[in-house]
């Protein structure tokens, strides 16, 4: 079977395989759509159970700040297709949107199923043909695309190709890095896959493992090493969890933490347990007479310290030092948790790494490949959680397909 040499494929029907169809199709250009699971949008499905994080409301210059290294090669791609413009792109589709208490943009009924529902059917009335159980094994002699289907080998004669197959983490949603490979055959400049918004190995003894995994630590101030010297410090929450740590605060750090555990082969998380309490009042409370109650009892009244946070202090520090007032009060201000290293990369919720920027020309076309475009979080990009991933991979395929458009009119 040998699909039309008179349409353009599009392999990965995520974020950006979705945005890009949209964009092409708008065009009048025929167009296949490609993904190896049953349905489409398996993992923006998953990502939308506990509500679909869509974008978010700060400032643009603030947004567009969040993707660190890469803003430079984002940014065009952001300021063509802002927030402001996806939740348009949403009410188009039926789906009201609202700004969270954190600025984050949800569907007003939080949930992935309506919306992506709403645009495979908008895709298919604009002739979009949809190809579930394809699997893209890469190129026949003829430089044709090959596919596993359930039915045996298929082929692709195509005009053009866009590759929106997501990075490495969740494979069992069909984002499971197997393109590395077949690009690294062809000579595409790659940066290695690694985890991004991820966890933390830590060496938890077995008592705080037992009675502390799961444990969510809330209202905390965290801070590590920046990459270029100074620090950088979030205020948020995190779960403590068997392994170690996870959760949106340790999200928002991961980057640096896992360059600095690839340099150093360890990183320091320095916790504020309670940022909101001066280092001067702190000590005080800790040093008030606590007379006959205990420690706990003392920390817990005084303090306002319990729970997960009282096990974290006697966790990292000694007896001793938890009896010294002014040691105790500086661990409160300042809890030094040693990482040992990140989760493996199929728990993350994304990556860094992937297709290079300078293997693209401004058409976003691979340089070794004429015809070949590539979007979405296969680029070597990456962002913390809070909607700027779900905006980059869509700004992305939609930046791919113009390109794809440029390039043939060309």
Not at 348 to 362: C, K, P, Y
Not at 388 to 410: D, K
Request: proline share 5%; charged share 20%; net charge neutral.
């Amino acid at each position: 079977m040998t699909h039309s040499s008179s349409r353009i494929a599009i392999i990965g029907g995520g974020p950006a395989g979705l945005a890009a169809a949209e964009v092409l199709a708008a065009a009048g250009a025929g167009v296949d759509l490609f993904d190896a699971m049953p349905s489409l949008g398996r993992k923006f499905l998953m990502a939308g159970r506990g509500g679909l994080n869509l974008t978010h409301s700060e400032p643009l210059d603030r947004f567009l700040a969040r993707y660190g290294e890469r803003q430079a090669e984002l940014e065009p791609l952001v300021r063509d297709h802002p927030p402001q413009a996806l939740c348009d792109w949403a009410q188009g589709l039926g789906v009201e949107t609202f700004v969270g208490t954190s600025g984050r943009v949800f569907p007003r009924e939080m949930k992935a199923a309506p919306l992506l529902r709403a645009w495979v059917h908008r895709l298919r009335a604009s002739g979009v043909a949809t190809h579930a159980r394809h699997r893209w094994t890469g190129w026949d002699e003829a430089g044709r695309l090959r596919f596993a289907t359930p039915g045996g080998e298929t082929t692709c004669e195509t005009r053009a190709v866009i590759l929106a197959l997501g990075g490495g983490s969740w494979a069992r949603l069909g984002s499971d890095g197997a393109w590395f490979s077949l690009l690294a055959e062809r000579g595409v400049a790659l940066a290695p896959l690694k985890p991004a918004n991820c966890g933390f190995d830590i060496a938890w003894s077995d008592f705080f493992r037992a009675k502390f995994a799961g444990s969510p630590v809330k209202n905390v101030q965290a801070g590590c090493l920046a990459p270029g010297g100074g620090t950088l410090q979030r205020r948020g929450e995190f779960v403590a969890s068997e392994h170690g740590v996870e959760g949106g605060l340790i999200y928002t750090l991961s980057a640096a933490l896992r360059d600095q555990i690839e340099r150093d082969g360890q990183a320091t998380l320095t916790l504020d347990l309670l940022p909101d309490r001066s280092a001067e009042r702190v000590l005080a409370d800790v040093a008030h007479p606590r007379g006959a109650r205990s420690l706990s009892s003392h920390l817990q009244s005084r303090v306002g310290i319990a729970g997960v946070k009282a096990a974290l202090l006697r966790e990292v520090l000694s007896k001793d030092v938890m009896q010294d007032v002014h040691e105790l009060a500086r661990a409160i201000k300042a809890l030094p948790l040693v990482l040992g290293g990140t989760r493996p990369i199929d728990e993350a919720i994304s990556t860094a790494g992937g297709v290079r920027f300078e293997a693209l020309d401004g058409n976003y076309m691979l340089a070794q490949l004429p015809g070949t475009f590539c979007a979405g979080e296969m680029l070597d990009w990456e962002a913390p959680t809070g909607g700027y991933l779900l905006t980059g991979c869509i700004a992305s395929g939609r930046a791919a397909a113009q390109g794809v458009l440029r390039w043939l009119a060309s």
